[in-house]
């Protein structure tokens, strides 16, 4: 087997059109060169192609200040937005507190530590929950992809556990495990675990057969198949279907914190919002609200947006995209 990986080799070996095409400053520089024999015009117009290639390098290795500052400025408008609102007296100040009533709320929960505490286990949580719903979820989904009988077989149920409610499960859940950590992580699992499989297997589906056909003349087994050739090439399926098993498994931690409270259950960002509604207390209930949001925009833009642009810019897929 030569030093290349199967991948590599099976995608060297299909051609594809999109690729080909993903860069047109690119195809200018080809067509430069097979007009340069033609004289001194075309050598120019050759320079002027790599001249293009190499100020489009350099604009990437910038920084767009776009990405920073439209959010910012999108965050700006509608804190002014809800600050208007309040205001002018539309609804009382206990029931839809003021953008400054929450952050005071915020300060009060930091310096009774509440707040790090409530952050940190839920993150925890989520973090683990996912990872492990990962570990589980990715060799079932190639196993399914692979195997026909099996995915006629249960790729039904798959699709209806990623429909189903999560915080359908918090009451059994509780009933199996009581009011423990298991709880939080069987509800957990079982909103992730589904939607990573389905992510999976839609990859797997997208990719051209030619590519299993050059595993197997390259003398590949099921095992290097699967993993060297099948898993990378579905890698863009896969991603997308990482990102919904983390808002599932984000939105399901949240279900079952709310509901399953006491016990030797931890302190979590779900236990402080059913603490803002108990207290009825609306700054408490919206500073939960708010971090619990900026934990999962946060969670997006620090890891899977990163992951997902480099991965459709090394498949050049992200030519004319607004990312």
Do not use: C, H
Not at 49 to 65: T, V
Not at 205 to 220: E, F, H, K, M, N
Not at 229 to 240: H, K, R, V
Not at 262 to 288: E, K, P
């Amino acid at each position: 087997m030569p030093n290349k990986s199967l991948f590599s080799a099976a995608a060297d070996a299909v051609p594809d059109p999109a690729r080909d095409d993903a860069s047109p400053r690119a195809a200018s520089v080809t067509a430069a060169l097979t007009r340069s024999s033609t004289g001194k015009a075309d050598l120019r117009e050759l320079e002027s192609g790599l001249d293009s290639l190499q100020s489009g390098a350099a604009s990437k290795a910038r920084i767009d200040w776009s990405r920073i500052l439209l959010p910012v400025a999108a965050l700006a408008v509608l804190l002014i937005v809800w600050q208007l609102y309040v205001s002018l007296g539309f609804k009382r100040r206990d029931l839809v507190p003021g953008p400054l009533d929450v952050l005071g709320q915020l300060g009060t929960l930091w310096g009774e530590g509440k707040l790090q505490e409530a952050v940190w286990t839920s993150l925890q949580r989520g973090l683990v929950g996912f990872l492990i719903s990962v570990a589980i979820a990715t060799p079932v989904g190639l196993l399914l992809a692979q195997v026909a009988p099996l995915r006629r077989a249960f790729g039904p149920l798959i699709s209806g556990l990623q429909v189903l409610p999560s915080v359908a499960w918090v009451p059994a859940a509780i009933i199996w495990f009581g009011l423990t950590d298991a709880t939080v992580y069987f509800v957990v699992f079982m909103g992730a675990i589904p939607s990573i499989i389905n992510g999976l297997i839609s990859g797997v589906d997208q990719i051209p057969p030619q590519y299993r056909s050059v595993g197997t003349v390259l003398g590949a087994s099921r095992l290097q198949l699967a993993l060297q050739i099948i898993l990378p090439a579905a890698l863009p399926g896969y991603l997308s279907g990482l990102k919904q098993g983390w808002a599932f498994s984000w939105r399901s931690l949240m279900a079952a914190e709310i509901i399953a409270v006491g016990g030797t259950i931890g302190f979590g960002l779900g236990s402080l919002l059913d603490q803002g509604r108990v207290l009825s207390d609306m700054t408490v209930v919206m500073a939960a609200i708010l971090l619990i949001l900026a934990v999962g925009i946060l969670i997006e833009l620090l890891v899977f947006a990163p992951i997902e642009k480099r991965l459709l810019r090394r498949r050049g897929l992200l030519a004319g995209s607004t990312r």
